[in-house]
């Protein structure tokens, strides 16, 4: 039982390599990127394409998504409340401020 | 005793369970990076423009060489899991040790760029740092102690396929049971992602 779950699980070498040309396009993007000035959206873009290369490292260098559903709702909900977390901070931050 | 017999016939393993036993770690690593960018982000938010000035101060070639290293690292060490998945030890082994190879030199490049950032009298507690201007003292002191961080999962990291790769060799990884081998894996990508927030943080935001 455990074995075919096991074998049911894999890549091929091709596409990692796909993936890793595409984060190494990414990073020249980011850095190509990071010269112009976008005012507010400057962070914005940088922390997108993070998130753009993060995800591909997520669902195919580790395998979520030939994963079971459970792995991703885990992950889901943990970067949810990381998600909350960074809100409420900055929500509190700002009214502290205008103190 | 049956029981026994039954352990010694069937050996108990759930890969499943293991995975999601690293996968729960990995959390945990998620709060420890998270909570240090919350702080960046409001000293950031504080500090707009002694930030940018600091961050002149990073190499961004270093930066932008290490980022390629690790995300090579991270694509050798997903090769090897698909290499012993195919029956291929050696071949897995030879990514395993490429793996490795790439993390020193991350620690390498580290190690240069640290090391010219101290020469430049520009670590905590110096006399040039306490002359600069809060924010960018600020700067510094997220800088090294993320980078310091992410450096130490780094070493973690290679020591921890180091093991992998020495299990490989003996055979207890194989290609019915490879489960170790994915666990370090994920834990080597999760450095790699956290690595791909830390570069644009601080060394593109000049």
Redesign the interface.
Same mark, same amino acid.
Not at chain 1, 10 to 13: A, D, N, V
Not at chain 1, 60 to 63: A, D, E, L, P, R
């Given at each position: 039982m455990?074995?075919d779950?096991?074998?049911q699980h894999?890549?091929?070498?091709g596409i990692?390599?796909l993936?890793?040309l595409g984060?190494?396009i990414l990073?020249g993007t980011?850095?190509a990127v990071?010269g112009i000035d976008f005012g507010a959206l400057t962070?914005a873009t940088?922390?997108l394409?993070?998130a753009v290369? +993060?995800y591909l490292?997520?669902t195919?260098?580790?395998?979520l998504r030939i994963?079971?559903k459970? $792995?991703r709702i $885990?992950?889901v909900v943990?970067i949810f409340f $990381?998600v909350i +977390?960074?809100v409420l901070? $900055?929500a509190d931050?700002s009214f502290l401020t205008n103190l | 005793m049956t029981t026994e017999q039954h352990t010694i016939g069937h050996v108990h393993?759930?890969? !499943?369970g293991s995975?999601?036993g690293m996968?729960?770690f990995l /959390?945990t690593e998620?709060?420890l990076f998270?909570g240090m960018?919350?702080l960046y982000?409001?000293y950031r938010?504080m500090n707009v423009e002694a930030f940018h000035v600091a961050a002149k101060e990073l190499n #961004?070639l270093i930066g932008?060489f290490n980022?390629?290293i690790l995300?090579?690292s991270?694509?050798t060490?997903?090769?090897s899991i #698909?290499a012993i998945?195919k029956d291929n030890k050696n071949l897995s082994i030879f990514f395993q040790v490429v793996t490795i190879v790439l993390a020193l030199g991350f620690m390498v490049n580290k190690y240069f760029e640290w090391t010219a950032k101290i020469d430049h009298g520009l670590f905590p507690g110096s006399e040039t740092m306490l002359g600069l201007e809060q924010g960018e003292i600020l700067f510094f002191g997220l800088y090294y102690v993320m980078t310091g961080l992410h450096g130490l999962h780094v070493i973690i990291g290679a020591v921890l396929i180091g093991v992998m790769t020495r299990l490989t060799i003996k055979g207890v990884i194989n290609k019915?049971s /490879?489960?170790k081998l994915?666990s370090a894996?994920?834990y080597w990508?999760l450095v790699? !992602?956290i690595w !791909? /927030?830390l570069?644009?943080?601080f060394y593109?935001? #000049?």
């Open positions: 455990y074995k779950e096991t074998h894999m890549h091929g070498y990692y390599i993936v890793w984060l190494l990073t980011t850095v990071a962070i940088a922390l394409i993070a290369k +993060s490292v997520l195919i260098f580790m395998h994963e079971q459970v $792995f $885990f992950l943990a $990381f +977390s960074i901070l $900055f931050y | 393993r759930d890969d !499943i995975r999601m996968w729960l /959390f998620l709060l998270g960018f919350f982000s409001v938010f #961004t932008c980022t390629a995300l090579t991270s694509l060490m997903a090769l #698909t998945q019915d /490879f489960v994915e894996g994920l990508h790699d !992602i !791909i /927030f570069f644009p943080l593109l935001i #000049t």
